[in-house]
């Protein structure tokens, strides 16, 4: 049986998957989730030997929530599935679950490109709100991160679309929970990017989050 389940969200991303996939730790389940790829995904993953499943609410918070679901392993692992996150670097954050219960992988852009200025603007000032609101220093909401399986679950956590990350952030905070950040590299993802490559895309993550945050706030 896998130690860690690796949770990967998956729309589209039939040229990233046969790198990301290769790229897996031994001892670790890669669990793709396809959120309605017409690209044939699902089958790249298959063939690679990952476990694919289909959830058909489209939306991040969706595609994580249904992977986490079908995990198995006392560990729970998530991850972009575009390569612009190198599923190598887990064993790191996997290893501060020892003084952690949740661990989020900090980007370090390997290039320009890989993290454009109108999404790092919008990260930062999420960053900042969610210091204030939940009294946590939390310094980027990438998507790499790991914590205890059954933990993760008993958080609940009901968003379905952007709002995902910030919203296991906040509800873990307020469940009392150590938050530890690691500098992970950060590259150019392949193919067409869904959220942080587009100005729409942000925007909507941000619409999310913000109303997480209000949420929160209430």
């Known amino acids: 049986m896998a130690q860690v389940d690796l949770v990967l969200p998956c729309l589209n991303e039939a ?12 001892g ?11 690209d044939g995904s699902a089958e790249v993953a298959r063939a690679a030997g990952a ?6 609410a489209r939306g991040f918070g969706a595609a994580v929530a249904a992977g986490v679901d079908a995990a198995t392993a006392p560990i729970v692992a ?3 599935a575009d390569a612009s996150l190198d599923p190598a670097e887990l064993p790191r954050l996997v290893g501060l679950l020892d003084r ?4 989020l992988g900090r980007r370090v852009p390997t290039h320009r490109s890989a993290w454009p200025m109108h999404a ?3 990260n930062g000032w999420l960053s900042g709100r969610i210091s204030r609101v939940a009294g946590v220093r939390v310094t980027d909401l990438g998507p790499m991160r790991v914590a205890r399986t059954e933990a993760l679950r008993g958080l609940e956590l009901r968003d379905r679309r952007s709002g995902y990350p910030l919203e296991m952030v906040l509800r873990a905070a307020a469940a009392g929970w150590r938050i530890a950040e690691i500098d992970v590299p950060y590259a150019p993802r392949v193919g067409r990017s869904k959220v942080t490559g587009t100005v729409r895309g942000t925007a909507t993550a941000v619409y ?4 997480i945050l209000r949420e929160a706030r209430a």
């Open 78 to 80: 998530i991850c972009d």
């Open 28 to 38: 670790y389940r890669a669990i793709v989730v396809d959120n309605g790829s017409v």
């Open 15 to 26: 040229k990233a998957l046969p790198w990301v996939l290769s790229r897996v730790p031994r």
């Open 120 to 122: 790092r603007a919008a």
């Open 100 to 103: 952690a219960d949740l661990v």
């Open 51 to 56: 476990t694919v499943i289909a959830e058909h």
């Open 208 to 211: 999310d989050m913000g109303r």
